[in-house]
């Protein structure tokens, strides 16, 4: 657990750091947001590789499994982040409408039910790489670290008004 919360600014600055665009569309930003992601990607992936205690079989087997599915939840990340941007935007302005409200809260729902039916559809395939038991590690560990980014994200961002 201590791993983990050594990660937790890093994330969340990369997680905000993708809604960034919407403010400012400067090259070098774009660039240096681009290593910190890089950075957040690998803190993560040693973590999960530290915390897997994998087989050099179990390895080979996992690891392509655990790059596509971060590359799927980067789609969602992107679509939590452009939704976390236009709220900042309507709450900034302080015109924030029912129905942008009403927009919002269906795309966070669509997000979350995303996110499950993603980790749903890598249950079989990680079932065929690895026993039972580190599937369930691994879940476990995925669910620590965006439970981790969810909080910090929950502590951030400002009530509607």
Sequence with gaps: MKILKMLILPIVCGTLAIAAPVYAAESALATNMQILLDKVKADKKLVVAKNMQLSDAESKAFWPIYDAYQKDLMK???????MIGSYAQAYNSGS???QQAHTLINEAIDIDAAEAALRKSYVPKLNKALPAKKVARYLQLENKIRAVIRVELADRIPLVE
Excluded: P, Q, Y
């Excluded at 990340?77 to 452009?82: F, G, S």
């Design 96 to 98: 924030m409408t029912d």
């Design 76 to 82: 969602l990340d992107e679509r939590m982040a452009k």
